[in-house]
């Protein structure tokens, strides 16, 4: 197994650990890698860092990369190992659908019955009402079985119970039958659109377009004929999706999403106080366009305009722009088959905000 490491370099001394990696992690490929500087410099204590590191090691974090402007503040385990990231995928491709609502390609408000979308035992006439907008915010009301679980159809209303844009579900129907729309109206595969929009011009290391299309689709067509678009990153080619959504769109000079879609998917939608199941209104979110919006509410100043996208098993990229941070954060095993294997390997979301906090914890002016 790949020794798991932390490691930070001072100003002055470099310390080259074995097996140490060069990760260039949020930097246009073009540009040199410089070394890492020290907590200090960044504004964290380094005792407060190894507080987080001694709570990561104890966890089944795989690895995981902290950035702040850009630099690395904090780095655990191997950065250039691609896994599977669970729903991560459903955040990268709201992105995507931001070029093709710009054009017109896309008509966000075009309903499903008027883009003739239909499933397994059919749709109800008011669940054809939904239209796209409400398959990316979760709020479709339609409760048809989707191909994959890991979401919370089973404490669905009754189907035809809900006008769309009424009820938030987190509903693996919605995600999955908004990726087969991107991909019948724009005519291309999410997989190269990922490759083509933020692999190439971000100079992703570990993408591999390939591996992503043979592992991306799996499900069980008997229940739903929308697949999941399954995704594999690498940390340190993850980082740069947060990265990305910090600098507005920006990848060093060039724009790569416009950031007025950008600031749209990641506006709350449904507030934290509307989320369903009730239980989880007793959590950290609201939810946007597929990514989850931290409550402001309920967070200090430190998580104005945060937010994250969330994969089962502890996939996670948190996005802090008060504090100019990302943090990107995967799980043990490596599995490049199914998902399935991943058995009982789990960072809950209490155990990475736990993380969160012992990181912001650590900052000098705290």
């Known amino acids: 197994?790949?020794?798991?490491?932390?490691?930070?370099?001072?100003?002055?001394?470099?310390?080259?650990?074995?097996?140490?990696?060069?990760?260039?992690?949020?930097?246009?490929?073009?540009?040199?890698?410089?070394?890492?500087?020290?907590?200090?410099?960044?504004?964290?204590?380094?005792?407060?860092?190894?507080?987080?590191?001694?709570?990561?090691?104890?966890?089944?974090?795989?690895?995981?990369?902290?950035?702040?402007?850009?630099?690395?503040?904090?780095?655990?385990?191997?950065?250039?190992?691609?896994?599977?990231?669970?729903?991560?995928?459903?955040?990268?491709?709201?992105?995507?659908?931001?070029?093709?609502?710009?054009?017109?390609?896309?008509?966000?408000?075009?309903?499903?019955?008027?883009?003739?979308?239909?499933?397994?035992?059919?749709?109800?006439?008011?669940?054809?009402?939904?239209?796209?907008?409400?398959?990316?915010?979760?709020?479709?009301?339609?409760?048809h079985p989707a191909s994959n679980g890991g979401d919370n159809a089973a404490d669905a209303p009754e189907r035809g119970s809900q006008e769309p844009n009424t009820y938030f579900l987190y509903n693996n129907w919605d995600f999955n039958t908004a990726g087969a729309i991107f991909e019948r109206l724009t005519g291309r595969d999410i997989h190269d659109e990922v490759n083509r929009q933020i692999a190439i011009p971000t100079g992703m290391q570990d993408f591999d377009v390939a591996r992503n299309k043979a592992l991306g689709r799996r499900g069980n067509a008997e229940r739903s004929q929308f697949m999941p678009y399954y995704m594999h990153f690498s940390t340190r080619d993850l980082i740069k999706v947060g990265q990305i959504m910090l600098n507005g769109g920006k990848w060093g000079d060039q724009q790569l999403f416009d950031k007025a879609w950008l600031d749209e998917i990641t506006s709350t939608v449904t507030p934290l106080a509307e989320m369903n199941p009730a239980s989880n209104r007793e959590g950290h979110f609201g939810y946007g366009y597929m990514?989850?919006?931290?409550?402001?509410?309920?967070?200090?100043?430190?998580?104005?305009?945060?937010?994250?996208?969330?994969?089962?098993?502890?996939?996670?990229?948190?996005?802090?722009?008060?504090?100019?941070?990302?943090?990107?954060?995967?799980?043990?095993?490596?599995?490049?088959?199914?998902?399935?294997?991943?058995?009982?390997?789990?960072?809950?979301?209490?155990?990475?905000?736990?993380?969160?906090?012992?990181?912001?914890?650590?900052?000098l002016d705290s």
């Open 1 to 143: 197994m790949y020794q798991q490491k932390w490691e930070w370099r001072s100003l002055h001394t470099i310390i080259v650990m074995l097996g140490a990696l060069t990760l260039g992690a949020c930097q246009p490929a073009s540009e040199g890698t410089s070394p890492a500087p020290s907590p200090e410099t960044l504004g964290y204590a380094s005792e407060g860092m190894e507080d987080v590191h001694r709570y990561v090691v104890a966890k089944s974090t795989h690895s995981m990369l902290v950035t702040v402007g850009g630099e690395t503040l904090y780095e655990y385990g191997p950065q250039d190992e691609v896994t599977y990231t669970a729903s991560v995928r459903k955040s990268v491709l709201a992105m995507l659908y931001g070029p093709y609502v710009a054009d017109g390609t896309i008509d966000l408000d075009a309903t499903l019955e008027e883009l003739d979308i239909d499933d397994v035992g059919g749709l109800l006439p008011i669940e054809k009402k939904a239209t796209v907008r409400h398959l990316l915010t979760a709020r479709s009301g339609v409760y």
């Open 291 to 363: 990514w989850w919006i931290y409550d402001e509410a309920t967070h200090g100043p430190e998580y104005k305009g945060a937010y994250a996208a969330r994969g089962h098993y502890g996939h996670y990229i948190v996005v802090l722009p008060a504090l100019d941070m990302v943090i990107s954060h995967k799980t043990w095993p490596i599995s490049y088959n199914s998902p399935e294997e991943y058995a009982d390997i789990n960072v809950t979301w209490d155990e990475m905000q736990k993380i969160i906090d012992r990181i912001l914890a650590a900052r």
